[in-house]
C-alpha cells in the first residue's frame, strides 16, 4: 500500500540482485513444490502427504543432510505439495518429476472506516435491507496478512450469535494470545513459522468468551498484529459498529465494517512488511479446509518479479479456493501510475483497484507575506498551538555541495543537521524511490520543526507525519512557495494541524498510487476488475505502545485497503443472497459497478483524465446496486480450466491441477497459438488483444443468468469508440417460461478501428435494471 506500507520496487529489486549474488547454486533455498490438486478430492492426509514427500526428497538429497528432509510447509488439504530447503540442482531434479507441476523459490511478498461505506451507500439504509431481505449472518471472511489486535472495539462480538456449526477452524495460542482473545466475532487465527521476538506487550482486558478449539502454543509465535495492516484490513471487511470511532480528532463518526455481521479468520503469513510466499499458501489451504467463505489477501509481488500462474502461490491458492466455491479477493498492487503494473491478475482472483472517497485531510500553510495555501497531510499538534517558523530549501543546506541534488529530495546523509534545525524544510517530492516517511525522518532526526513537500504531480494520498508538522503542495501552490522563499530575506511560514474536509467534489478519482492494466500475463482478461475506497481510509490499529494514550483507530491508504472493501461488500451481498454462487457475486459488483463520480461525470485519475478500465476495471464498488444486478455472468471452473488450456499448459499438467473429480479435456481448438480463445470464457468483462486489419470479424459468446424478474426481456445498447464496429446478437434476449440462462454474441470488426485501446460499454437494460459489460480491444500501434 501506499504511504505507511510502500515499499520501494526499486530497493526491492537491488535487495534481490545482491541477494543473488551472495548466495551460491549449492547453497539450500528455501522452495516451493506445487503438485496440483489433491489424490483424494476432500485431501489427502497427513500421512500420505509426508511419506508422498519423503520418498521425493530422499531420492535426491544426501543422507548426510536428512534434517532438511523435514519441510517448513505441507499443503494437503486443498491441493498437494511442500516448502523445503533444496539446492538449485536439486529443484531442477524434482521439477521433472512427473507427479510435480512446478518448483520454484519460495518469494517474499510485500502488504501492499467511518466515512468510505457511507460513501459508498451503505449508511442509515443497512438496517432497511436488512430486514427486506432474508439475511443471513455467518459468513466467514478469511483475512491473510500480519495479523490481528483482538481487543479492538471493532472486533467485540456483542451483536453476532453462535459460531456456526460448519466453522473447523482453530485459535492458536501464542506467547501473548490465548483462547480468550478469540470469540464470536473473531472466529479463528492462525500464524505460519512467524518470529515474534518481543514478547513484553501487555494484553488488554478481554471479557469475550471463545466457542473455537485450541491447539498447543508455539514458542515466540502468535498471531497478535504488531505491524497493523492485518488489524486495519480485517476492520474494513468486517468490522463491528464503533461510534465514536477517531483518529486523534480527525475522520469522526461510526467506524464499521462493509459486512459488520461477518465473523473473522484471521491467518498470520507476514510480519514487518514481509510475506513468504509458501507461507501464505500454506495460509490459504488452512483457510479452505477450516470452512471460510471469502478470503481476502492484501498482499503481492512487484509486478518487476510477476511469474507465471503456476510459479504463483497466490494464483496457485486461489485457483485451488475457486475449485472449492471459495473466492480469493485481492489488492492490485500500489506501483501506479504506470501501465503494465497490475498484479494479482489471474482470472480466478477478483483484482482490486484503489480510488479516493469525498473527504481529503487539509493541511494548511501560512507563509511570512499572510499568504494561506491549503495543502495536504495529516499532522497533529500536542500544545495545540502552531508556532512560526524559518523556511529553508533543502538543498540551500547540504552537508557538502556536492551533495546539492540529493538535498533537494531530503535524501538520508545530504542535509547539515546544524543548518535544519529549528526550521521548517521544504523539500521535493518527485523521486518516487525515497518516501515520504524517509524524507521526514532525515529532517526530524535533525532537529527540524516541519516539513513541506513539493510535487510534480499531485498526491491523492495524504501522508501522516503524527506530531510532526506536515504539509504537501502540487507543483502551483509549490510554485508560490519557492518564489517566496526566493524573494524574502527571511522567510518564515506556520504549518497548522490538519483539518478534515468532506463532501469534496470530484469523487471518486482513482488514486495516483493504485497499479494500472493491462495485466502483463494476458491481454485477454481485463485487469483490474474493480475499483474500491483506497485513500484516506479510518479503520482499527494497533494501539502506540510508546504513547500513553494511543488511538485505537489510524488513517492510511493503499490499494490493500481497497482489496478488503470489496471483501465486505461480497460478504455483505451473500448474506443478502446465500444460494448465489461467489462467481455470480463477483459478476452483480461489476456488472453495476459506477463509472461517473458525484458530479455525474465519467470517473477520472489525479491527472484530471477520464480514467480508463485498465485504471478502474467494471468501475467503482457500489454494494447496493450489485444486490439487485438483473443478470449476471457466471464464470465456471470449467471456464477457468479452458482458459488454461488456452493459456498454453499441457495435458499433462493439467491433469496434475485440475480436481480429480472433474472429468475434463482441452478443447480440440485449444493450442499454445490459441491465446485469443481466452475471451471466450464467461467473464463479466470482454477484452480481445488483437484487432488485426486482415482478421476480420471477432466474435465472442458469453451466457447471461436472470436473477432478476421472471420473464423479463433485456434490450442491448453499445457505447463504442468511433470506427470500432460492435454488434450484439440477438440484440434482445427474452427470459420466459422458466427459462433462467440464454446466450448471446458479440461480433468486433476491427478494420477501421483507431491504433491503440478501444474501450466501450455494451448495456443491457429491462426497463428496470442496467447491466453494464466493459468491453476492451487492441488494435497494435
Not at 500500500?1 to 529489486?13: E, H, K, N, R, T
Not at 494561506?372 to 533543502?394: D, V
Not at 525515497?434 to 513541506?452: F, N, P, Y
Not at 481466452?678 to 482478421?695: A, D, G, V
Request: charged residues 20%; contains cysteine; proline residues 6%.
Amino acid at each position: 500500500m501506499a504511504s505507511l506500507f510502500y515499499f520501494s520496487p526499486i530497493i526491492s529489486a537491488l535487495f534481490l540482485v545482491i541477494s543473488c549474488i551472495a548466495s551460491n547454486d549449492q547453497t539450500p533455498q528455501p522452495y516451493i513444490v506445487y503438485m496440483g490438486s489433491p489424490l483424494n478430492n476432500s485431501g489427502d492426509s497427513a500421512e500420505i502427504a509426508e511419506l508422498t514427500r519423503l520418498q521425493m526428497l530422499s531420492s535426491i538429497i544426501p543422507s548426510e543432510e536428512s534434517e532438511r528432509m523435514s519441510v517448513r510447509h505441507s499443503y494437503h488439504h486443498a491441493y498437494r505439495g511442500f516448502c523445503a530447503l533444496l539446492t538449485k540442482e536439486e529443484a531442477t531434479l524434482l521439477s521433472g518429476h512427473e507427479e510435480i507441476v512446478s518448483v520454484f523459490p519460495d518469494p517474499i511478498l510485500k502488504l501492499h472506516t467511518t466515512r468510505s461505506w457511507n460513501f459508498l451507500g451503505l449508511d442509515e439504509s443497512y438496517n432497511s435491507i436488512s430486514s427486506s431481505y432474508h439475511y443471513k449472518h455467518d459468513v466467514i471472511i478469511g483475512v491473510i496478512d500480519t495479523g490481528i489486535w483482538p481487543e479492538s472495539p471493532s472486533f467485540d462480538d456483542q451483536y453476532v450469535g453462535k459460531v456456526p456449526s460448519r466453522w473447523k477452524g482453530v485459535c492458536m495460542e501464542g506467547f501473548d494470545f490465548d483462547k480468550s482473545s478469540c470469540n464470536r466475532k473473531l472466529i479463528g487465527a492462525r500464524f505460519y513459522n512467524i518470529e515474534d521476538q518481543d514478547s513484553s506487550i501487555t494484553k488488554l482486558p478481554n471479557n469475550s468468551t471463545s466457542s473455537t478449539t485450541t491447539i498447543p502454543s508455539k514458542q515466540n509465535g502468535t498471531p497478535r498484529d504488531k505491524v497493523g495492516h492485518g488489524t486495519h484490513t480485517a476492520s474494513i471487511a468486517a468490522g463491528a459498529f464503533v461510534p465514536n470511532a477517531t483518529y486523534n480528532g480527525l475522520a469522526s463518526g461510526i467506524a464499521r465494517g462493509g459486512s459488520p455481521f461477518a465473523r473473522i479468520a484471521i491467518y498470520k503469513a507476514c510480519s514487518e512488511g514481509n510475506c513468504q510466499g509458501s507461507a501464505i499458501l500454506k495460509a490459504i489451504d488452512d483457510a479452505i479446509k477450516d470452512g471460510v467463505d471469502i478470503i481476502s489477501i492484501s498482499i503481492g509481488r512487484s509486478f518487476v518479479f510477476q511469474t507465471d500462474f503456476k510459479d504463483d502461490p497466490i494464483a496457485i491458492g486461489a485457483f485451488h479456493a475457486a475449485e472449492r466455491g471459495v473466492v480469493v479477493v485481492c489488492s492490485g498492487g500500489n506501483e501506479g501510475p504506470d501501465p503494465y503494473t497490475v498484479t494479482n491478475s489471474a482470472p480466478w482472483i477478483f483484482t482490486v483497484a484503489a480510488s479516493t472517497i469525498d473527504r481529503k485531510f487539509q493541511s494548511t500553510v501560512v507563509l511570512g507575506n499572510n499568504v494561506s495555501l491549503k495543502g495536504t497531510g495529516i499532522s497533529f499538534n500536542p500544545s495545540g498551538r502552531s508556532k512560526t517558523y524559518p523556511l529553508e530549501l533543502g538543498e540551500n543546506i547540504t552537508f557538502h555541495p556536492s551533495l546539492t541534488s540529493q538535498a533537494r529530495y531530503c535524501m538520508p546523509g545530504s542535509l547539515d543537521a546544524k543548518k535544519v534545525a529549528g526550521k521548517i524544510i521544504v523539500c521535493m517530492n518527485d523521486d518516487w524511490s525515497i518516501s515520504r516517511e524517509i524524507k521526514k525522518l532525515v529532517v526530524q532526526d535533525a532537529e527540524a520543526k516541519g516539513l513541506i513537500l513539493i510535487d510534480e504531480q499531485d498526491k491523492s494520498s495524504p501522508f501522516d507525519s503524527g506530531d510532526f508538522p506536515f504539509a504537501e503542495f502540487g507543483k502551483l501552490d509549490g510554485a508560490q512557495i519557492l518564489q517566496y522563499i526566493n524573494s524574502s530575506q527571511n522567510p518564515m511560514a506556520t504549518i497548522f494541524p490538519a483539518k478534515e474536509i468532506r463532501r469534496v467534489k470530484p469523487a471518486p478519482i482513482v488514486a495516483d498510487f493504485s497499479s494500472r492494466g493491462p495485466a502483463t500475463l494476458t491481454e485477454n482478461i481485463l485487469k483490474p476488475d474493480i475499483t474500491a475506497p483506497g485513500v484516506g481510509i479510518l479503520s482499527a490499529m494497533i494501539p502506540n505502545q510508546d504513547e500513553k494514550t494511543s488511538s485505537l483507530f489510524g488513517i492510511t491508504s493503499g490499494t490493500s485497503m481497497a482489496c478488503p472493501h470489496v471483501s465486505g461488500a461480497m460478504a455483505f451481498i451473500k448474506s443478502v443472497h446465500p444460494t448465489w454462487s461467489l462467481s455470480m457475486i463477483k459478476s452483480a459488483i461489476m456488472t453495476t459497478a459506477t463509472i461517473s463520480n458525484n458530479l455525474r461525470k465519467p470517473l477520472t485519475n489525479t491527472s484530471n483524465l477520464h480514467a480508463s478500465p485498465h485504471e478502474i476495471g467494471a468501475g467503482e464498488l457500489n454494494p447496493i446496486k450489485a444486490l439487485n444486478p438483473g443478470l449476471v455472468f457466471e464464470t465456471t471452473m470449467h471456464d477457468y480450466y479452458n482458459f488454461l488450456c488456452y493459456y498454453g499448459y499441457k495435458e499433462k499438467e493439467l491433469r496434475l491441477i485440475v480436481s480429480k473429480k472433474k472429468n475434463f479435456d482441452c478443447p480440440r481448438n485449444a493450442s499454445t497459438t490459441k491465446k485469443e480463445l481466452i475471451s471466450h470464457i464467461n467473464y463479466p468483462s470482454i477484452s480481445i488483444e488483437k484487432l488485426e486489419q486482415n482478421q476480420g470479424i471477432l466474435r465472442v459468446k458469453r451466457v447471461a443468468t436472470n436473477v432478476g424478474s421472471p420473464n423479463a426481456t433485456y434490450a442491448s445498447s453499445i457505447i463504442g469508440p468511433p470506427g470500432l464496429i460492435v454488434r450484439v446478437f440477438p440484440r434482445n434476449i427474452a427470459f420466459v417460461k422458466g427459462i433462467k440462462k440464454v446466450s448471446f454474441e458479440v461480433s468486433f470488426d476491427g478494420k477501421k478501428a483507431l491504433k491503440g485501446y478501444n474501450f466501450g460499454i455494451i448495456t443491457w437494460s429491462d426497463g428496470s435494471h442496467k447491466v453494464q459489460m466493459i468491453t476492451k480491444g487492441l488494435k497494435e500501434i
